[in-house]
């Protein structure tokens, strides 16, 4: 029996200047997806990736495409190298689900591109509309940060978004709110609240705007199920099964909680054997450690990570 295998995408926040750098010199494949994404988004998404400045590389409006592209370049090597290499199931964390449903056959990669810039350009309004911030909160539990949100939101927006981990729970709201929620972390516990370098309350209700722009762009896109691999949704854990399902999660996702704990948790139970992060960095290689020593995790953020793939 074949082992069971995930592709997982990572999300916003992967961004590094030089990334994808090492792959376009060597896969012309790769050279022709930046040349195509460049079209596509009318600007030089190589050049961006290569030189930054980071400040613009690190916006919502530019981020989104930069780790959409370079994951799909990463991607599209690794299926030239490893052409048996088949996931049965892709997840993506937030932004990253784009990148799942891609990878899937479920959109095309001009399609998911075009959504990933819509996606980013309309939460970027949203945060300008809104006085918004998100922090990380380290070691305590989901109770315990249900807790603190209630006592530091004093009237305004302020929940768990992003449920990444055992022990790292992101709360997101309006910007004075995560302030007090940061300064009473440790009385409630916590290891330490950290901050996040973004523009806005991402996945809370001050992304309403953003949600109704991108209903109207997924409208037009056109989606088809795959019967060969499954997308796991980050808003329930449960898989995707019909073209409106997939239109209803992207944007729910924007004002709704990320379970990326208990999609993978679900893909554990079910007996997936392997775990390839493709994409930008190892957030979601730490995270699954975080939930399971033992789970097997094998990194493709670079040219060099295919030299010690597995072998066929």
């Known amino acids: 029996m074949n082992k069971k295998i995930a592709f997982l995408f990572p999300g916003q926040g992967a961004q590094a200047i030089g990334m994808g750098m090492d792959l376009p010199a060597r896969w012309p494949s790769a050279a022709r997806l930046f040349q195509r994404a460049s079209e596509i988004l009318g600007y030089d998404i190589q050049q961006l990736c290569a030189e930054g400045p980071e400040e613009k590389l690190n916006s919502t409006v530019y981020s989104q495409p930069a780790i959409f592209v370079v994951s799909a370049a990463l991607l599209e090597i690794l299926r030239q190298e490893r052409p048996s290499l088949s996931p049965d199931v892709t997840a993506g964390l937030s932004m990253g689900e784009y990148t799942a449903l891609y990878a899937a056959g479920w959109i095309e990669f001009d399609d998911a591109l075009r959504l990933v810039q819509k996606r980013g350009q309309a939460m970027q309004a949203a945060a300008d509309a809104s006085s918004g911030s998100m922090v990380s909160i380290l070691g305590l539990d989901e109770e315990k940060v249900r807790q603190l949100c209630t006592q530091a939101a004093q009237g305004q927006v302020l929940e768990p978004v992003n449920f990444n981990c055992p022990g790292q729970i992101v709360v997101s709201g309006h910007k004075e ?8 972390a440790e009385k409630f516990g916590a290891v330490k609240a950290v901050p996040l370098a ?32 499954k997308v796991i949704a980050n808003i329930d854990a449960s898989y995707y099964s019909t073209p409106q399902s997939v239109r209803d999660g992207l944007v729910k996702q924007l004002i709704a909680p990320i379970l990326w704990q208990t999609c993978m948790e679900r893909l554990l139970r079910e007996q997936v054997e392997e775990f390839y992060e493709i994409g930008p960095g190892r957030v979601l290689t730490g995270l699954m450690k975080r939930m399971d020593r033992k789970a097997k995790v094998i990194t493709v953020n670079s040219a060099e990570a295919f030299a010690s793939l597995p072998g066929e």
């Open 198 to 229: 973004v523009a806005g309350a991402f996945h809370t209700v001050l992304m309403e705007p953003a949600a109704r722009q991108l209903s109207e762009a997924l409208k037009q896109t056109e989606i088809r199920p795959s019967d060969k691999v």
């Open 177 to 184: 709110a995560c302030q007090r929620a940061a300064d009473l």
